[in-house]
């Protein structure tokens, strides 16, 4: 559903993104994790195509600057990006004119998910009166409504309540049932533990490695939290091998991941010799 090929995007003289490579299918939760500064939130902009860039993007098979495209896309931002003198009611109502919607279908459908999130009492509200956490439950509603086939959500969880939280969750596994290919850019790995099914760990702008859930062993299979701290941050040894005599040793080569739980226990045993 989504193929980026050697995506690469500069300000100036300055790499934001270089030679970013990742593939979803249908059905399948990506998340795009990387300290701040990592390229994320540009990744996902010249995903959307808001952002010129060198490479190759396709949603569906198609450019992702067609029309065919941006017709089964949908798109959550880090900030809520809505109209402040539309009611919540308006919002729903434009997106579901914007895309030529089915009026009852959608109607039927943006009930549901105002049930789900809780915004019964504030659907005549104006967004600009409305909390950070309100907005963004609007945003995720917008997204929704015409049914993408590609979902792109940027730190989808600011903001939201604890309910909001679970209940996206929830949401999340249940459109991936349905086909639906999900990529998350987030810091807070823990709202996505259980749920991912294909890890990308960004740094300075470039892929560091991927990690598909199926082919992880023992607790790696478990933590995200782990399998990004270790890419990062060096904490464990299984996942990084000694750099070359010649390369000064404070830098390390990053592995894919680790082959076996075996190799991990081997490591352990030498740690304690």
């Not at 490479?55 to 495209?69: N, Y």
């Not at 679970?166 to 639906?180: Q, Y």
Request: net charge positive; aromatic share 6%; proline share 5%.
């Amino acid at each position: 559903m989504l193929r980026v090929k050697k995506l690469t995007k500069k300000f100036g003289r300055k790499y934001a993104n270089e030679n970013v490579n990742l593939a979803l299918d249908s059905g399948e939760i990506g998340v795009l994790l990387g300290p701040n500064g990592a390229g994320k939130s540009t990744t996902m902009k010249c995903i959307l195509g808001l952002l010129s860039f060198d490479g190759e993007v396709t949603v569906g098979g198609k450019p992702v600057r067609s029309v065919e495209a941006k017709k089964i896309l949908g798109y959550v931002p880090e900030t809520p990006a809505l109209y402040p003198m539309l009611t919540v009611r308006e919002h729903f109502e434009f997106i579901t004119r914007a895309y030529h919607l089915n009026s009852e279908k959608a109607r039927e459908y943006a009930k549901e998910l105002i049930e789900r999130f809780r915004l019964t009492e504030v659907l005549d509200y104006y967004c600009k009166d409305l909390s950070k956490g309100m907005q963004q439950k609007v945003s995720i509603i917008c997204a929704l409504l015409p049914h993408p086939k590609l979902l792109l959500l940027d730190e989808p969880m600011m903001g939201l309540d604890p309910h909001a939280i679970k209940e996206l969750r929830v949401m999340i596994s249940e459109l991936a049932e349905e086909g639906v290919a999900i990529l998350i850019s987030t810091h807070l790995i823990s709202t996505v533990e259980g749920i991912w099914n294909k890890a990308y760990i960004m740094r300075k702008g470039q892929i560091l490695s991927s990690h598909k859930k199926e082919e992880m062993v023992g607790i790696w299979a478990e933590s995200l939290e782990r399998i990004f701290f270790a890419e990062t941050e060096s904490y464990d040894s299984v996942w990084q091998t000694p750099s070359p005599a010649k390369t000064p040793a404070k830098h390390t080569n990053t592995v894919s991941r680790p082959n076996t739980s075996k190799k991990k226990k081997a490591t352990n045993k030498k740690k304690k010799k």
